[in-house]
């Protein structure tokens, strides 16, 4: 992946997390400007409003996700309230 403002975000075949932090706020984008894109791989990017959903909780950074593995579960489902504040992680 590659940022328009960074340049290549993660070398290919790191096997640790990495993270990023933008703190900049000159860092400005107009409705449809590029913003960054993928340089082919198997990357999922999801985006979520707060508190849409609770996640599994086996989830763990580094940790492969299998075909067919739940991944989250809608708030209602969890006791949560859309766009309220709660716990998202799936604990209970």
């Not at 590659?2 to 400005?28: C, F, K, M, S």
């Not at 979520?48 to 739940?70: H, S, T, V, Y």
Request: glycine share 10%; proline share 10%; charged share 25%.
């Amino acid at each position: 992946m590659a940022t328009v403002w960074h340049g290549t975000v993660n070398p290919p075949r790191v096997r640790e997390i990495r993270e990023w932090l933008y703190d900049d706020p000159q860092i400005v984008l107009k409705k449809g400007d590029e913003m960054g894109r993928f340089l082919l791989g198997s990357t999922v990017v999801m985006l979520f409003p707060k508190d849409a959903l609770c996640f599994n909780p086996a989830w763990a950074p580094a940790r492969p996700i299998r075909m067919g593995e739940m991944m989250a579960n809608p708030a209602e489902r969890c006791g949560l309230t859309p766009g309220g504040s709660g716990d998202s992680s799936g604990r209970t």
